[in-house]
């Protein structure tokens, strides 16, 4: 990866005022919940009375450290699961553009990437902040980075050499020495990009096989992963339209369908999934509610209860609420809605999706809403919370 390529991803919309480019930093989202058995409507009425009840709960910001007017390492923070007000301020230092975060599944082990031109990951046990560690991710600027739900390993994506790592992860919490590194070489670079661009590696919500999103290369890949080797073997590509861009997946609660912002072409695709396979299936391209040219639309999240979904659109500054329909199946569009802020670059909802977290990377804030369970009305929940070069919330 050039040197330049990694300062267009640091510093494009990094500082208030700034203006977009074509090729801007990502920030994807932690794994979706595993495939649901219960009565959505249960399930989520049932969580969203334990968080009202719980007090404050822990925040953990992510940024840049080596930009004017950046944080010096994961920010700490309280909300109030019933009010959404953010509360508190303090730093985990001595990690590197932390620029994406990730917990293990038991919630004592914090992950983060460290976007740099020689990548790495570092892990933080929290009840003492103490870091564990890091390891060499193998590529550059990694932008992503999520847990397998076995807690066994740490999946990471390369933005600046598309590749995707594999990481053991100890009973302690910290990382062993890297067990596999792909780098997406078919097929060739999609229009205007000069080779691959990985942004996002999850797990699919049926456990059975991980996905790593390239805009790059304008392709979803899907590996199984060798749970005893820590190794990755590809068993299908699903491709987007040229120039599309495809940023972020997001899996509907059911499993079956899945949701991919493209952020090049300024659109929103729903996928089907085969759990059987993993492939993928890529639907045409639909609105994001902003109008003509592009909005650069960054993550797509869905409600627990797979009712609603809100993607980000940074050049627009706001939220596009779409109706999920036919179980997943259909988006349909209801409006979009100011974000408080400039830049919105990642959405995480709460545990029991009663708020939706904003990191505005430009306003160096963090916007709050509550999220209505009826109709996906979304408020906003006071002012927005201040936080260095905001790029992203990770809610607990």
């Keep these: 990866m050039s040197s330049g390529d990694l300062s267009r991803r640091r510093f494009v919309g990094a500082l208030a005022g700034t203006g977009a480019a074509v090729t801007l930093p990502a920030c994807g989202d932690a794994p979706s919940p595993a495939e649901d058995t219960t009565r959505p409507e249960t399930t989520a009425g049932t969580a969203r009375e334990a968080a009202r009840h719980s007090g404050p709960r822990p925040l953990y910001l992510g940024t840049y450290t080596s930009v004017e007017g950046g944080g010096k390492g994961i920010g700490v923070a309280n909300y109030d699961a019933a009010t959404g007000r953010i509360t508190g301020k303090a730093t985990i230092e001595n990690i590197g553009d932390p620029s994406y975060l990730a917990l293990h599944p038991n919630g004592r082990t914090l992950y983060a990437v460290n976007e740099r031109e ?25 932008c992503h980075l999520s847990v397998h739900p076995s ?62 999103v390239d805009l790059g290369a304008d392709t979803v890949y899907t590996y199984r992963l060798d749970t005893r080797a820590g190794t990755l073997t590809e068993v299908s590509q699903a491709h987007t339209r040229p120039g599309a861009g495809p940023r972020h997946l997001t899996f509907h609660p059911g499993g079956r369908y899945a949701y991919l912002a493209n952020e090049l072409d300024n659109t929103v695709s729903v996928c089907g999934y085969d759990r059987a396979t993993g492939r993928l299936t890529v639907s045409e391209p639909q609105s994001t509610g902003t109008g003509e040219g592009t909005s650069y639309p960054a993550q797509i999240v869905v409600t627990p209860d797979g009712r609603y979904a809100c993607l980000a659109n940074r050049g627009h500054n706001s939220l596009a609420r779409y109706a999920v329909e036919a179980d997943g199946a259909r988006l349909r569009l209801l409006d979009t809605v100011p974000v408080s802020g400039d830049f919105p670059r990642q959405l995480a909802l709460a545990p029991d999706g009663t708020l939706l977290f904003a990191a505005n990377q430009r306003s160096s804030t963090v916007s709050v809403f509550h999220v209505d369970a009826d109709s996906g009305e979304l408020r906003l929940a006071g002012d927005p919370f201040a936080s260095p070069v905001a790029v992203c919330a990770l809610p607990v």
């Design 118 to 142: 020689d990548g790495a990951v570092t892990a933080v046990r929290l009840s003492d902040r103490e870091i564990l560690g890091s390891r060499s991710t193998g590529g550059g600027a990694p």
């Design 151 to 212: 807690g066994r390993w740490l999946l990471s994506a390369n933005y600046g050499s598309g590749s995707v790592a594999v990481h053991p992860i100890d009973a302690s919490g910290a990382l062993g020495e890297r067990t596999d590194l792909v780098t997406h070489d078919s097929p060739a670079p999609g229009p205007g990009q000069e080779g691959p661009h990985a942004h996002q590696f999850i797990t699919s919500p049926d456990g059975g096989h991980v996905l790593a």
